[in-house]
């Protein structure tokens, strides 16, 4: 049984490795001409770990980033709004949230798959079935297989042609991210920041011993096209603007915040989708990577039961549905009241997180960072 897994990015590489190790045939059709990350750095939640904890890279990853064990959230002058410490769920799964860099972590998943299992600039156009299905690429090369997964992101070409589904939204707001060289006296050590502003919040953490990640997002509408970053981001706290300033412009990555209104069917037959193409969400929560590496978990963990892929995409679409769906609709809310641009409203959220106790916040980690499907 040949199983094809359509993009290269995260999700698919973390499902090709779960699929390698229960002994299946798998190739992963990657469209551009090289792995090359999407963004700058990315935070591997306590969920995702625990699940390459099971794929035997934990160590790995841990080595090539920072551990995270606490999250703060603050004004924009950095004053502590909300606080999480993580450690109690290190202690529960043995684990440790890791920042690291996007290019890092794809090569340790592509390295553990095997790059003669991975082909690129193979941009999948169309798909056409028979017995099996044929994939047909936009350099005019085509592939037969039994198998499809949907790795292809938000504007997944498996699921347009083989589903006709999808409503991307937009949340009309506008991202940078970079990474930035950090000042070895940096205090930043072990934390994740987000700083909430009117209408614009900012998020950083380090992902190696001297360079920090970095993120300003901001509502479309306080956008101005003569205003560079610093200037959109000047009232925030000197340091921050520090980042931005020692970040090249070309060096920063510029993005819409969308995603996928929830859809309710992720597989038919032979097929299925995985990560953004089935479940795409705004980043607030940290948790869209993390949501795709869980699907890879489950599919690996079923396709090692000796079942069908009909069987195994079913009911993974069934364990999974909930859950990546509460992870999409919550991320949408939260970044609403994070966005919020009148002063009253902004005083009344700061008001409030400052009065929230730590077990509301250890409530929802607890619900996230669980993979346990039994």
């Known amino acids: ?10 999700g698919g590489l973390t499902t090709a490795l779960g699929l390698k190790q229960c002994g299946k045939a798998v190739t992963v059709y990657e469209g551009a001409p090289e792995i090359k990350p999407v963004g ?7 969920n995702a770990m625990q699940v390459f904890e099971k794929l035997g890279i934990r160590n790995r990853v841990e080595n090539a980033g920072c551990k995270i064990s606490r999250i703060k959230i603050t004004d924009v002058r950095l004053n502590t709004l909300s606080e999480t410490e993580l450690t109690p769920f290190e202690n529960k799964y043995g684990v440790y949230n890791v920042a690291i860099h996007r290019a ?8 553990e798959i095997g790059f003669e299992h991975i082909k690129l600039s193979k941009r999948l156009v169309r798909i056409e079935q028979e017995n099996d299905f044929k994939l047909i690429f936009e350099d ?8 499809i997964i949907g790795a292809d992101g938000i504007k997944s070409v498996v699921r347009n042609e083989l589903f006709k589904t999808g409503k991307i939204r937009d949340t009309k707001q506008r991202c940078w991210r970079g990474v930035s060289e950090l000042d070895p006296t940096s205090r930043f050590d072990h934390e994740a920041f987000e700083s909430w502003g009117k209408g614009k919040r900012f998020g950083f953490t ?8 970095w993120y300003a997002v901001i509502n479309e509408s306080l956008m101005n096209e003569h205003a560079d970053i610093i200037g959109l981001f000047s009232e925030f706290h000197p340091e921050i603007i520090n980042m931005i300033a020692g970040t090249p412009k070309n060096n920063v990555i510029f993005s819409d915040i969308i995603d996928l209104a929830p859809i309710h069917q992720w597989q038919h ?18 948790q869209g990577a993390c949501q795709a590496i869980e699907d890879a978990y489950i599919i690996g963990k079923l396709f090692g039961q000796e079942k069908s892929p009909q069987e195994v995409f079913t009911q993974y679409e069934a364990l999974r549905k909930k859950k990546a769906h509460f992870i999409v609709n919550t991320s ?5 009241v994070a966005h919020y641009q009148n002063s009253v409203a ?4 700061n008001t409030l997180m400052r009065a929230i106790p730590q077990s509301v916040s250890k409530k929802q980690l607890n619900k996230v960072f669980d993979i346990d499907y039994t």
């Open 1 to 10: 049984m040949e199983i094809a897994i359509i993009g290269g990015g995260i």
């Open 40 to 46: 700058a750095g990315i935070i591997m939640a306590n």
């Open 104 to 111: 890092d972590l794809q090569k340790i998943l592509a390295s």
């Open 140 to 147: 005019g090369t085509s592939a037969n297989t039994d198998v």
């Open 206 to 213: 380090k992902i190696a011993e001297n360079s920090i990640y």
């Open 269 to 286: 037959g032979k097929v299925c989708l995985v990560g953004d193409a089935a479940h795409a969400t705004t980043p607030n929560m940290g």
């Open 332 to 336: 949408w809310r939260l970044g609403k």
């Open 346 to 349: 902004v005083w009344f959220r």
